[in-house]
């Protein structure tokens, strides 16, 4: 007989292959998403509600909402990373609910529930460009009624998104928290070279570092480029160990629990010093992302301590995940990423400007998402950020911070709202 759990992970696949055999020739899934369960399998807290919001840059957005009872409250915007969904933002909605706030969590372009994304690989991939992403942050808000935002807050992969967002429309986006993956600021232009001036020196390419990385002993890549490969999301959804224990696996290596992570800045991008970060972010050139995760498996005592994700908790992942697959999620490494030339090509539009906007980063104390661009945490807050009131690292908590530290993030957003209030009195 079959547990809640067991069930709820067998439906979630068989849901995943119908969507599949249900896509058309550009990938995209038919399935209708009113007729799914309801969102978060039953853990949702009481107070954050699931929503759909039509006409959104060609999007139908499905979004998480706190604080929505009470009309005219200013907006807090959070976009979460990968392997993500709004739900990851379920701790902190109530709170900043709490304290006043509208709070509204989507499902990125490429993930959960919203719609209208090519989930295909083959794919064109300009709709997941970062000017793009802005667009859709902004139509959301406009959708829902308002013309800017208190503050929005973006994390890993959903970091940049809101980082361009104040850059790009400091009017919309009125302050920025930057969570985990620190923000460099536009790529430059070559300046003064008529008069004689050498151009700046390139910055090594992802594919150039992967080729120094190929060369240690043992052979390493970068995932990020392995994230681009085609087969990067049948290795994930289909991993040997199951796609739940892929989950448990994954969020237990990148967090706090695991007691191997001892971030530290690093001295340059070059393959020697890259190897120092464990293997979920410099992995063995041989193994996929479940091989790499699979010996880190958390054991049945540690599962039964993590209270910050439960195995229900991880079940929304899988359910969503296996319906959706992970192609969409990963269009945004193969253009948002690196050094994909229509992508700097576009953001160089923005040469020389800086978020003027205040900003705060967050980040976990376990976190090597904080140093795995060398460099990228100075730049950040001496050029990126004109502003930048706080930079936090949270003791307790890895990678999927608002997840692992909730409350402690909590605190630190609603005081960095209430500072910005304080001083536009």
């Not at 969507?19 to 399998?41: F, H």
């Not at 807050?153 to 400091?170: F, M």
């Not at 070279?193 to 700046?200: H, L």
Request: hydrophobic share 40%; aromatic share 10%.
């Amino acid at each position: 007989m079959l547990s809640r759990r067991g069930f709820l992970v067998t439906a979630s696949t068989a849901i995943g292959g119908m969507t599949l055999a249900a896509r058309s020739a550009r990938g995209q899934a038919r399935i209708d998403v009113a007729s799914l369960p309801p969102y978060g399998n039953s853990t949702l807290p009481a107070g954050i509600r699931s929503r759909r919001v039509a006409n959104v840059n060609g999007l139908t957005v499905h979004v998480l909402e706190a604080g929505y009872d009470a009309p005219g409250r200013p907006v807090v915007l959070l976009l979460h990373g990968f392997p993500e969904l709004a739900y990851s933002w379920r701790k902190v909605m109530l709170p900043l609910a709490s304290a006043g706030y509208h709070v509204i969590a989507p499902d990125q372009r490429g993930y959960g529930r919203t719609t209208g994304w090519d989930g295909s690989y083959d794919a064109d991939p300009d709709p997941f460009r970062i000017l793009n992403m802005v667009r859709d942050a902004t139509g959301l808000v406009y959708a829902l009624g308002h013309r800017s935002v208190a503050m929005v807050v973006g994390h890993d992969a959903g970091a940049p998104v809101a980082s361009w967002a104040a850059l790009i429309r400091p009017d919309v986006f009125r302050s920025v928290t930057i969570m985990s993956s620190p923000f460099e600021g536009p790529p430059s232009i070559p300046f003064d070279t008529a008069n004689g001036a050498a151009p700046p020196p390139a910055a090594p390419t992802d594919d150039q570092l992967d080729a120094e990385l190929a060369k240690l002993n043992p052979p390493r890549k970068y995932y990020q480029n392995y994230q681009r490969t085609r087969g990067a999301n049948d290795n994930m959804l289909h991993a040997p160990q199951g796609l739940h224990a892929f989950f448990r696996a994954y969020y237990h290596y990148k967090s706090a629990d695991w007691k191997g992570n001892r971030p530290h800045p690093l001295k340059a991008r070059t393959a020697a010093e890259m190897a120092q970060i464990p293997t979920y972010y410099v992995m063995e050139r041989n193994k996929g992302m479940a091989e790499t995760v699979a010996p880190f498996m958390p054991s049945a005592a540690e599962i039964a301590a993590c209270t910050w994700l439960t195995d229900a908790e991880i079940d929304v992942y899988v359910s969503e995940y296996a319906r959706t697959q992970f192609t969409g999620a990963l269009q945004g490494y193969r253009v948002r990423r690196g050094s994909d030339p229509k992508s700097v090509a576009e953001l160089r539009t923005f040469s020389g400007r800086a978020i003027d906007v205040p900003s705060m980063f967050i980040g976990g104390s376990s976190d090597w998402g904080v140093y795995q661009t060398p460099g990228a945490v100075d730049r950040m807050q001496k050029t990126a950020c004109t502003r930048m009131i706080g930079f936090h690292l949270v003791e307790g908590a890895g990678h999927w911070v608002q997840q692992e530290q909730p409350d402690q993030v909590s605190t630190l957003l609603i005081q960095f709202l209430r500072n910005q209030s304080s001083q536009t009195r």
